[in-house]
C-alpha cells in the first residue's frame, strides 16, 4: 500500500494536533504541509512540545499558506477551520485546480440544505454546489457512501454520541414516542483553544452550567440525519452543558411518552436493533451491565452506549460516552480517511484509554 | 433572645460537620452535644482542621451517646443519619422523654405514606404513627407551617433542586405539559464521606456518568411535594449524575409538550409567578440575564433559578443550582431552625460564595 | 464604634471582590466607592453572581473614578492594584487632599529601598519619600507598628506563607545553617483573572510547573524581611510553582547544613520560639501531629505550619499552608485595617474552612 | 522475531493495566496469563472497560494462580506486587523450576544492599542470594547491563524521576555542592487503586500537602544509584508531594553550595554532560527554552528535564517531569523488555501525550 500524502489547513488547533498525533503513528500516511498561521515557521514539536517527542520522528514546520505543490501532491486535505472558513477554503482548492480528496472537520458541508446553514450558522453558503457530494462522515450508519466518497463532512462532536445512541431505536417503525430530550455534557476542549474568560481555570474548575440553551448550532445537522433513518422528521430538545474537565462528551437521551407494551420484548428489539446496526463495528461498544463513563472512552476512538426502559414514567433512557476530540472529531476523521483509502478501518487508532 | 441549646446525631459526617460550621457563627446557638462514634473522645478542630480554627472558641468533644442531661436540655436535636437510623433515633428519643424539637437532615420522615417509604428505602417504617407530626421543611413553600412545627423532615438536596424550580411553574394551572424530564448533576460530598472505590479521586477525576437511573430514592418525595402544589399526580422522569467537584448541585428540568400559545405571555405569566411565590425570599434569585451556575451559589445557601421557553419544540426548559451542603442539607436545616424558634431567617446564613 | 468609611480602588479583581466580601460581613464598615473600569455603572451583584446574594443587602455600583466626596469622607482605602499603579494611586491621592489611611494590597510600598524597587519590578519608584511611612502589615510580626500605622503595605501572598513559618526558626541565634531553599505551591487565582492562554483550563487542568525560577518579585519583600527578624542578611532561593486548583498556597522551607546537636534539645526550642511567637495569634496554628494542607485553610484566614528535624541530611523542613486570597491578601488587609483602627483583630474574619 | 510469551502477576493493579495496554499495541509480544485476586475468572476488558475495546483483540480472563505451563512457557514474567511479595513470588517461580525472564516493578531487588531494605522496608529480605542477579533499569544509564539481565528490578517513579535528571551534572567531578534538596510532587495514581480515605475525591480534590517527609522508601535506591555515577557517597533530603491530578511527577532539585565560578562556563559544561548522557536516547529531552510540565510528558514515555544557574544564591535548579506510570513503571518496564530480548528499544512505546 502506498502512502497518502496528507495536508492539513488548521493544523494547530485541537483538533488539528489530534489529528497529527493520530497520523503519526498511521502506517499507510504522510504529512506534507500542516498550516497554522499562529505558529508560522515553528517546528511542531517545539510548539507543542507533548507530541512528536521521540527523537526519530521526522520534523514539521508549519507553514501559513500551501504551496502549488501541496496543492498538487496532497491525496488528502484535512481542513480543521472555524465555520465559515472550510467553504472559503474548499472554494480556493477547487479554483486551484486541486483534485485530492477533502475531510472537512468543520462544519460547512454537514447541512444538506444550505438555508439551513444560513438559519443556524448566520451567514450565506458561499458553496452550495458542493454540498451535494459531501457525503456526511458517520462510518457506522453511512459506510459505502464513506468508501466512493471524495468529499466527506465529518460530525460534530455532540451529533456523534446523539445519532449512533438513537440510530437503532428510532429506526424501531413500531415505536412511538412524543418527545426526544436530549441533555448533553462537553469538556472544555469541544471549545478548542478560544482565548475568552468563560475558559479560564477560575471559571471552569469546581463549577458547570449549561449554555446554548436554545440554538445551539449541532441542532439541525442532529435532526437532519435523525430524519433519514427514522423517514420522518424528528425535532429534538437539545441542551448542552459544559463539565470541568478537559475530554469526554457524555450525552443522557430521554425518549418521553413511549409506548412501551411488555418490556421484556422491547427491550430484546431494541438490543436485536443494536447488534445489527454495530456487531461488527469495532468502535461501538453496548453496555449491558452498567452505564457508560468518560472514563472508559476518553483517549480512545470508542463509544459507549447503554439504554434502560423506564416503565413508571414511560421513557426510554439512552446513555453515551465519547471522547470529543477522537471519535467526535479527530479519530473518527481517521476512521473516515481509512474508508476512502481502503484501509483497514481501525488503522492508527488502537490508542488504549487514559485513564488509571 | 436566649440561646438555643442544640444536640446534634451524626455529627461528623458532611452535613453535621457544615451543621457545625454554621451553629458556630450563628448568634442565637450553642451546640451542647455532638455524636460521632468514629471520633469519639476527639475534640473536633483535632479531627476536623479546617473548622473552629480561631483559638477562641469553645471546644467540642464527639461522644458516641447522649447523656440523660443532653436529652433533657436540649431545645432542638439535628439527625444527620443514614436511612433507617433517624426513626431508630427519634424513637428512642421518644422513649427517653425528650421534649424538645427535632430537625431530621435524613430521609426518613420525608414521605408521608409509610407505604411509599417500604417501596423506595426498602424496609419497614417503625415510627409511622410520627408521620404526620413531620412537617416538610422547604421554608419558601411551607413556611407557616414550618414556624409551628416541632418536627421538621429537612428535603433531600435533589428535591431541593428541583421543587423551588418548578414549583412556580406548576402552579400555573393553565399551563399543560405531556412529560416531566430532569436531568440532575452533583458534586460528590452528595454521597458523604463513604468509603467506596467509586468514590476515590482516580475514579471521580476527568470524569463523568449517569447513576441510579431508574430507581432514586429522591423520586417520591418530589413527585409527592410536586403533586400538593399542582393540585393533580406529577410523574417525574429524573436521572442523577456524579460531577468531578466537591459542592453544588445542578439541575436540568424539561417541560416537554407544552402548549405554548403567546410566548410573551407565557414568559410574563411564570415570571409573574416567580415574583408571587419568592418576592421576599432571601435565598432564592430568578436569573433573567444568564443561566445559573454552581460557582454562583457554592458556599452559600442560595438557589439560582432560570427558565427559557423553546417554541421550536414546545418545551420549557429550567435551570436550577445549589450548594448540595448548604441549600441541600445543613444551610436549609438551620434556616429551618431559624422559622421554628421565631428568629430571623437568614440568622448564620450570610455566608459569600466562595469562587474567586 | 462608629462606621469606618471605605472606598476601594481595583474593587473587581479577584482581591477587591474577596475584599468586599468580607467586609459585607464586617460589624464596623462600609464602603462609599468601589472602582471598576472593566464594571463601570454595574451593580455589584450583577456582575459577579457570586456575591451579595442577600437581598436585603445595600447595592454597590461600580465607578470608574472616585469623586470629591468619596476623597473626602473616606477613613480608609484599600488599593488592589497592580505594580507601578499604586504608587500613581497613591500620589494622585495626596495631591486631591486625602488625609485618611491608606492599604495598598499591592506591591509598590512593600520595599524600605527604592533601588531594590527598580532592580527588581524594572521601573522608577514615583513616591519614595512616602516609602518610610508605609508600615509593613504582618500582624504577628509588627503588631504595634501596625496599630499607629496611617499607611500600610499589605505583604505578598508568598512571603506571608514563608515569613511567618520562618520567624520563630531564624530568630533563634544560636541556630546556623548553610542555605534556606524555598519550594512553594500556588493556585491559580494568584494570577488574579488575567486573560492569558496559560491560564485557561485546558492549560492548568491535570497540569503543573515550576515558574519565574530565578527572579520572581516576592525574593527582595522575603529577605528584607527576614534579615530584620534573623539580624543578618538572608538570602533564599525561591521557586514557585503553580497548581492545577483555585486557591491555597502550600510552601515547603528547606534549611540546609543545620548544626542540629541533640535532636529533642533542638525541637524543644523551636517549639518554645513558635509559641513565643504566636501564642496568642488567632491566625496561626502549629501543627504538631501532622503536616498542613490546603483544605484545612482555604476559605479562612488561618496560617497552618510544622516543622520537622530530619538528622539524617542535617536540614530542618517546615511546612505552612495558607489560602492565598485571604490570609495571602484581603484576609490579612482586613486584620491590619482591624488593628489600625482598634477593632478586634479578628473582627470579619470568622468564615470556616470551605472544604468538606 | 518471535513472539515473547510473557505472563503478569498484580496484573489488575494500575501498573498492571498499563502494562498490559502498552503490551496491546506491541508487535512482538503475547500476554498468555494474567493473575488477579480481585477479578480471578473476569475477562479484562469486562473488568476494566477502558481498555482492550478494540472487538479484534483476544480476551484475557484474570486468574489467581499460574499454571504449570504458564510457568514452563513464560519467556518473561512481570511482577506487579507490594512490598516484600516479589520476593515471595520470586522464590516461588525458582523452587518451580521456572527459567525465563523476571522484570519486577516492585521494590524487592532495587536495594543491592538487603540491610538497606531492611532497615527501610523494616521486614528481612528472604532472597538475598538473588539481589546480585538483579541489573537495575534505568536503560539510559545501564543499557549494556540491561540487554544482558535476565532478572530486571525496575526503579521507582520518583528514583526515575530524580536520577536521570541529576546523573549528568553529578557526574561533573570538578563540580562541588553542599547539599542536594529534592521536592518532588506526585499525580494520585503513584498510590495505586488503595481504597483509603486519604485518596478519596473529596480529601484530594482543590488540595495539597507533603507526606512521609522523613523516611520515604525511595530514598536509598536513590542515593544507591546517584553514588554509583558521582562515585562518592551522595546524601539527598527528599520530600515528596501529593497533586490533585491522576498523573505525573514533577520534580524540583535544588543543588545548594555550588562553585558556580563562570556562568557561560558551567552552562556548557552541564549542557556537554547531558549532550553525551543523553545523545541518542528516544525518551529523554532536555528543555533548553523553557520548564517541563507534567501535561506534556503525561500519557508517553518521555522525561522532560531543564536546568538553571542561580548565581545570586550559588544554586543550580533542576526540573524534570514525567509520566509516573509510563517512564516511572510500565513504560519504562516495556523499554527495558525490549532490550532484554534484542528489540527497538521504543518498539509499543510511540504513544502520544494525552493532552490538549
Known amino acids: 500500500m502506498k502512502e497518502i500524502k496528507i ?17 503519526d503513528r498511521h502506517k499507510h500516511s504522510k504529512i506534507i504541509s500542516a498550516l497554522s498561521r499562529t505558529y508560522e515557521g515553528k517546528e511542531i514539536s517545539k510548539a507543542f512540545k507533548n507530541i512528536l517527542s521521540l527523537k526519530n520522528n521526522k520534523k514539521i514546520y508549519f507553514k501559513s499558506f500551501f504551496s502549488k505543490s501541496d496543492i498538487q501532491d496532497s491525496d488528502l486535505i484535512f481542513l480543521c477551520l472555524p465555520p465559515g472558513k472550510s467553504m472559503e477554503y474548499t472554494k480556493y482548492l477547487m479554483e486551484n485546480g486541486y483534485n485530492g480528496k477533502i475531510i472537512d472537520i468543520g462544519s460547512d458541508f454537514r447541512l444538506n440544505n444550505a438555508d439551513d446553514y444560513e ?30 466518497a471524495d468529499y466527506l463532512a465529518n460530525p460534530g462532536c455532540y ?31 469541544g471549545a478548542g483553544r478560544k482565548l475568552k474568560d468563560e475558559y479560564l481555570f477560575l471559571n471552569i474548575a469546581d463549577n458547570f452550567f449549561a ?26 430538545s437539545f441542551t448542552p452543558h459544559l463539565l470541568p474537565i478537559n475530554r469526554g462528551i457524555f450525552t443522557s437521551i430521554y425518549l418521553n411518552g413511549v409506548n412501551i407494551g411488555e418490556i421484556k420484548e422491547l427491550k430484546d428489539k431494541i438490543n436485536d436493533s443494536f ?6 463495528e469495532a468502535f461501538i461498544k453496548l ?9 472508559n472512552v476518553s483517549g480512545t476512538n470508542s463509544m459507549h452506549i447503554s439504554f434502560l426502559i423506564d416503565c413508571r414514567t414511560s421513557a426510554i433512557k439512552i446513555f453515551s460516552a465519547i471522547d470529543n476530540i477522537l471519535k467526535g472529531a479527530a479519530g473518527q476523521a481517521v476512521q473516515n480517511m481509512n474508508l476512502m483509502f481502503g484501509l483497514n478501518e481501525t488503522e492508527g487508532l488502537d490508542m488504549q484509554g487514559i485513564s488509571n
Open 211 to 236: 449554555y446554548s440553551p436554545l440554538k445551539h448550532r449541532h441542532i439541525p445537522e442532529i435532526e437532519q440525519e435523525l430524519s433519514k433513518i427514522s423517514g420522518s422528521e424528528n425535532k429534538i
Open 159 to 189: 451529533p456523534t454520541s446523539i445519532i449512533l445512541a438513537l440510530a437503532p431505536i428510532i429506526d424501531l417503525k413500531s415505536l412511538k414516542f412524543n418527545s426526544i430530550t436530549i441533555d448533553s455534557k462537553s469538556g472544555v476542549s
Open 287 to 295: 453496555i449491558d451491565d452498567d452505564i457508560p463513563k468518560i472514563s
Open 7 to 23: 495536508s492539513i489547513a488548521g493544523a494547530s488547533g485541537i483538533t488539528g494536533i489530534e489529528l497529527i498525533k493520530i497520523l
Open 119 to 148: 438559519e443556524w450558522y448566520g451567514e450565506k453558503h458561499i458553496l452550495k454546489e458542493m454540498l451535494p457530494k459531501f457525503v456526511y462522515g458517520l462510518p457506522e450508519l453511512n459506510k459505502e457512501a464513506i468508501k466512493n
Open 275 to 280: 447488534n445489527n446496526f454495530y456487531r461488527n
